[in-house]
């Protein structure tokens, strides 16, 4: 198993440990300022940069991560993080988040002593072989338990975007925010748009994505979108596109039909390889 832990030396309280499910998968126990829950990501890039306005100031954080492999340490390497919301800057790698779950306590405790026991110990691991089997078979069962909802999608629904809103019980919402119009909005009709990050079965995704699309505003242009991480749904009025994640061309799709409709080119930003809108 490899397994990276962030420095998290007794009495720190917080702490990170991200397992590798291959090159580009990850599933990580995140318990720190930005949140307190088991996250999947996924490498969206690996040439990744600071953009202009980050360069501007400094990190949102840096510290060291221990990386270990099959109960041994190999390494530490310092980390530079930018915070993008659901995407990560760390040093050149570009990680989106796409399931998130709250952590409960009891197994919080459970990895604060692990972090803290390798943080502490990471040179002399081989003292504790008991500890990190435990650690690592802690960690298999979180991701075994968790595996079905892994495949779940997560999106964001524009409640404004709507003409029947009816669809928004058919979904999980996980948080809402609401944001004030501003002109790049590019929608003076309303005062807001209230945002609600959803999570739908991977069982019920198309009938929900065929749902949205008869929903969305008649009007006016919108679009609304959720995704894992092998597929991703964009959906607007009466059209459905469903992307392999790995496919840039269809990407390109969906962004061109997107601006057809006059929706502006910085709001068509749900391909992995365009910048996100800066709100």
Same mark, same amino acid.
């Given at each position: 198993?490899?397994?990276?832990?962030?420095?998290?030396?007794?009495?720190?309280?917080?702490?990170?440990?991200?397992?590798?499910?291959?090159?580009?998968?990850?599933?990580?126990?995140?318990?720190?300022?930005?949140?307190?829950?088991?996250?999947?990501?996924?490498?969206?890039?690996?040439?990744?940069?600071?953009?202009?306005?980050?360069?501007?100031?400094?990190?949102?954080?840096?510290?060291?991560?221990?990386?270990?492999?099959?109960?041994?340490?190999?390494?530490?390497?310092?980390?530079?993080?930018?915070?993008?919301?659901?995407?990560?800057?760390?040093?050149?790698?570009?990680?989106?988040?796409?399931?998130?779950?709250?952590?409960?306590?009891?197994?919080?405790?459970?990895?604060?002593?692990?972090?803290?026991?390798?943080?502490?110990?990471?040179?002399?691991?081989?003292?504790?072989?008991?500890?990190?089997?435990?650690?690592? @078979?802690? &960690?298999?069962? /979180?991701?075994?338990?968790?595996?079905?909802?892994?495949? =779940?999608? +997560?999106?964001? *629904? !524009?409640?404004?975007?709507?003409?029947?809103?009816?669809?928004?019980?058919?979904?999980?919402?996980?948080?809402?925010?609401?944001?004030?119009?501003?002109?790049?909005?590019?929608?003076?009709?309303?005062?807001?748009?209230?945002?609600?990050?959803?999570?739908?079965?991977?069982?019920?995704?198309?009938?929900?994505?065929?749902?949205?699309? @008869?929903? &969305?505003?008649? /009007?006016?242009?919108?679009?609304?979108?959720?995704?894992? =991480?092998? +597929?991703?749904? *964009? !959906?607007?009025?009466?059209?459905?596109?469903?992307?392999?994640?790995?496919?840039?061309?269809?990407?390109?799709?969906?962004?061109?039909?997107?601006?057809?409709?006059?929706?502006?080119?910085?709001?068509?930003?749900?391909?992995?390889?365009?910048?996100?809108?800066?709100?």
């Amino acid at each position: 198993m490899n397994i990276e832990v962030d420095y998290n030396p007794t009495p720190r309280s917080r702490f990170f440990i991200s397992v590798s499910l291959n090159d580009k998968e990850a599933i990580s126990f995140d318990y720190t300022t930005k949140g307190h829950r088991i996250i999947k990501q996924v490498l969206v890039r690996q040439d990744a940069s600071p953009t202009e306005s980050e360069k501007k100031s400094k990190p949102d954080a840096e510290w060291d991560s221990i990386v270990l492999e099959d109960k041994k340490f190999i390494k530490k390497y310092h980390v530079v993080w930018y915070d993008r919301d659901e995407e990560d800057l760390v040093n050149d790698e570009l990680w989106e988040t796409v399931w998130a779950k709250s952590i409960d306590e009891g197994l919080k405790d459970k990895l604060l002593h692990y972090s803290q026991l390798i943080s502490d110990h990471y040179e002399e691991l081989d003292k504790c072989s008991k500890e990190m089997k435990e650690f690592e @078979e802690l &960690l298999s069962e /979180e991701i075994k338990k968790h595996k079905k909802m892994i495949d =779940d999608f +997560v999106g964001v *629904i !524009i409640e404004e975007s709507l003409e029947k809103k009816d669809v928004l019980k058919k979904v999980k919402i996980l948080k809402t925010k609401v944001e004030q119009v501003t002109e790049k909005h590019n929608t003076p009709w309303i005062k807001q748009w209230t945002l609600h990050d959803v999570e739908i079965k991977e069982t019920e995704a198309d009938d929900i994505a065929k749902d949205l699309s @008869e929903a &969305l505003d008649s /009007e006016h242009s919108w679009y609304a979108d959720f995704k894992n =991480d092998k +597929v991703h749904y *964009i !959906i607007f009025k009466n059209k459905i596109f469903k992307i392999d994640r790995a496919d840039w061309e269809e990407y390109g799709k969906a962004t061109k039909y997107g601006i057809s409709l006059g929706i502006p080119k910085h709001q068509v930003d749900f391909s992995p390889h365009t910048k996100r809108w800066e709100r």
